[in-house]
Nanobody
Framework: VQLQASGGGLVQAGGSLRLSCAAS????????VGWFRRAPGKEREFVAA????????TYADSVKGRFTISRDNAKNSVTLQLNSLRPEDTAVYYC?????????????????WGRGTQVTVSS
């Protein structure tokens, strides 16, 4: 599976962005999918994840209530809606497909990683 994240950009604090993760070469409709981010000078951290059919999701506490993950298996894509953005959300955001059908907040449970998309939030 080859993944590509898109939709990043520059936005003011309080604004919104919609990130998309598209899969190519083969479907990832049977895999859990997660979003992670890496801010400058920091370790990669978990953001959100969704199971194979979209029935279960989980979020990092720092984004709960502001970010929403969803998926459309017919379009082979996963979306991360970012609302009420803060400067501390500035990072490169990556999507990843899990080894199995469930979701996970642990990066080692993810087998396929896409290139990231930059999100910059100005104050």
């Amino acid at each position: 599976v080859q993944l590509q994240a898109s939709g990043g950009g520059l936005v003011q604090a309080g604004g919104s962005l919609r990130l998309s993760c598209a899969a190519s070469r083969r479907t990832f409709s049977n895999n859990g999918v997660g979003w992670f981010r890496r801010a400058p000078g920091k370790e990669r951290e978990f953001v959100a994840a969704i199971n194979w059919n979209g029935g279960s999701t989980t979020y990092a506490d720092s984004v709960k209530g502001r970010f929403t993950i969803s998926r459309d298996n017919a379009k082979n894509s996963v979306t991360l809606q970012l609302n009420s953005l803060r400067p501390e959300d500035t990072a490169v955001y990556y999507c990843a497909a899990a080894r199995g059908a469930t979701y996970s907040s642990t990066s080692t449970n993810y087998q396929y990683w896409g290139r990231g998309t930059q999100v910059t939030v100005s104050s």
